[in-house]
């Protein structure tokens, strides 16, 4: 078979829709505020991230906020090419009307932006297991796959539900129980209730939730979860994930950007403060391009550049009073703990490497050399580890080495025995930074929240972009919004404005063509061949392939977001006052 054969096998075999997927929790009603820039910019975010589709979580509440901000939501993601699908819940403001979900399946379930799966458009839910009989109504008046996430009735029952009227299961199970680590256990119960049928996997970084009015005050274990979950992911294979979450800022386990608008749910919540303000967690976005182009592609994927990203909590665990915090919630029948029980005083650290490096943790002038917890079989890949405080506190920085050069540097927000209103904020503040390209040695000075991205739909329509977003857009109808960065070199945070739009600096270079060499046929006669390529330069990576085909460097970093809990929300607060919200079981 000739090359040409061969290339042209290859460019049909790119343009095949991919199945699997991954989505982040967007809390539809802490985007009230949002103008369609607003939307935008979340959704580039999202891309540059090689996230799929956000999975719009709404309680039922009836009003033209909700309107708006869905047909907002829509109509920037038919501009950008990205997805949605809509989680209806049912633990906010109580149950929905079998025809309230069906009118939104039929006015957007068709819509080119909703997500699908064999075509039909895909539904989900928060909880709702006492409305499970209304689906088969639902599912034949607008033939949508159904994706329920009834984690509180567990994996078989669920699967069994009204006559086993789910066409596939979602478990919220996202969490490790007490002081230990994350396990596959559960996934492996819901995947084998499941069957044949497709399983999403809930993924999330973090859990931390004091806002006692909604009846939640406790933690659960985050510490290595984040790269816990990927490394489970890569191994279950399932055929969706859903990140938990893009915004719910009071349960701490946000990916995306912040706005001082959308922290509305802290005072409704009796919160002691607010403890998402100045706690970014962009840098949990650094690493998602090389994790999904693993989960989706296999293999060991290239590295575009070296990349760092890092968390702790900015105080020792009995530094300050514990909030009355619990490490897990006998309100799930778990076993308490005291929250300092159940987490670490470590900085947890994972790095994307071409080859073997040392990592080297300063807190407070102190160095350690961290012994890796985790390290790729063949040296490219992704490393993992962490250093415990031991007491010490002060300034905060790692840095990546290697044959005693610097590859990757960066600084963090010190450690403190000092807490606001003398409470723990057992929330994380998270950083990240990106290196030169494999074989550089001068060290990196990139900010989080400037990084080449890959970025994909759930339709295999993949693009490539640069972006710089140092700012975030105001909202429309507020006053200018602020976020917090981790900034390049000693400074720790920094809090800046956006404008409405962000820019791309991705080349898409004319079409060009490629000849190959003359080649004789049987007959004797010379035939050449002409291909048009599409050349595209990102970063200094370029990307050569054909003009219809996804061109995107993988492994580009990202630019710059257990047991099941119960059934509260400040969805009823926040249709009230349009404050931001919070949902857990």
């Not at 109509?75 to 069906?102: H, M, T």
């Not at 009227?165 to 596959?184: C, H, I, K, Q, R």
């Not at 806002?211 to 490394?231: A, I, Q």
């Not at 407070?364 to 040296?379: H, L, M, Y």
Request: aromatic share 10%.
């Amino acid at each position: 078979m000739s090359w040409f054969t061969l290339l042209m096998a290859a460019l049909a075999g790119a343009s095949a829709v991919e199945a699997k997927a991954v989505m982040a929790h967007f809390m539809l009603a802490n985007s009230y505020s949002y103008s369609l820039a607003d939307w935008q910019y979340d959704i580039k975010a999202a891309q540059d991230a090689s996230i799929d589709a956000f999975a719009l979580n709404m309680a039922y509440n009836p009003s033209s906020q909700l309107d708006q901000s869905i047909a907002n939501a829509f109509q920037a993601a038919n501009s950008l090419g990205f997805k949605l699908l809509f989680s209806f819940d049912y633990a906010g403001n109580g149950p929905w009307p079998a025809s309230a979900v069906i009118n939104y399946m039929k006015q957007y379930g068709p819509n080119s932006a909703h997500m699908t799966y064999n075509g039909k458009p895909i539904a989900t839910t928060f909880e709702g297991t006492q409305n499970s009989g209304d689906w088969a109504n639902i599912k034949s008046q607008t033939n949508c796959f159904f994706v329920p996430e009834w984690a509180s009735i567990g994996p078989s029952a669920a699967a069994s539900a009204s006559g086993g009227v789910a066409d596939g299961l979602f478990s919220w199970e996202a969490w490790p129980n007490g002081p230990n680590d994350m396990t596959t256990s559960r996934d492996q119960q819901w995947i084998s209730a499941a069957g044949r049928e497709p399983y999403m996997m809930g993924v999330s970084p973090w859990f931390y939730a004091n806002v006692p009015t909604w009846s939640k005050n406790w933690l659960w274990r985050g510490d290595d979860l984040w790269y816990d979950r990927w490394s489970q992911v890569l191994q279950l294979q399932p055929e969706w994930v859903q990140i938990i979450s893009w915004n719910d800022w009071p349960e701490s386990h946000y990916i995306g950007p912040q706005r001082n608008a959308d922290f509305g749910a802290f005072a409704p919540g009796g919160a002691p403060y607010n403890y998402a303000q100045d706690m970014p967690h962009d840098g949990w976005r650094a690493l998602l391009p090389y994790w999904i182009s693993t989960y989706k592609n296999g293999g060991v994927q290239p590295v575009a550049n070296e990349t760092l990203e890092y968390w702790y909590r900015l105080s020792p665990k009995n530094a300050c009073g514990d909030g009355g915090t619990s490490g897990n919630t006998a309100s799930h029948g778990q076993q308490q703990y005291r929250a300092a029980e159940v987490v670490q005083d470590n900085v947890f650290f994972t790095a994307l490497l071409d080859s073997p490096a040392d990592a080297i943790v300063t807190i407070g002038g102190v160095n350690t050399t961290a012994t890796w917890r985790n390290k790729p079989s063949g040296g490219r890949g992704l490393y993992h580890g962490s250093v415990p405080f031991n007491g010490r506190t002060g300034q905060v920085s790692i840095s990546v080495v290697r044959n005693g050069n610097t590859v990757i540097q960066q600084t963090g927000k010190p450690i403190s025995t000092s807490c606001q209103n003398g409470v723990t904020n057992w929330n994380a503040w998270v950083g990240s930074a990106v290196g030169n390209a494999p074989g550089a040695v001068s060290s990196s000075s990139s900010t989080t929240t400037s990084r080449a991205a890959t970025s994909s739909t759930s339709t295999s329509s993949l693009t490539t972009s640069t972006r710089s977003t140092t700012t975030i857009p105001a909202s429309s109808s507020t006053s200018t919004s602020t976020t917090s960065r981790t900034s390049t070199g000693t400074s720790t945070s920094t809090t800046s404005t956006r404008p409405a739009s962000s820019s791309s600096s991705t080349t898409r270079i004319p079409s060009s063509s490629i000849t190959t060499a003359p080649t004789t046929t049987p007959s004797g006669a010379a035939v050449t061949s002409t291909l048009t390529m599409q050349i595209t330069l990102t970063q200094n990576i370029v990307c050569v392939c054909s003009p219809n085909c996804a061109c995107s460097p993988v492994g580009a970093p990202a630019a710059i977001a257990p047991a099941t809990s119960a059934a509260t929300t400040s969805s009823t607060a926040a249709a009230a006052t349009g404050a931001a919200v919070s949902r857990s079981r």
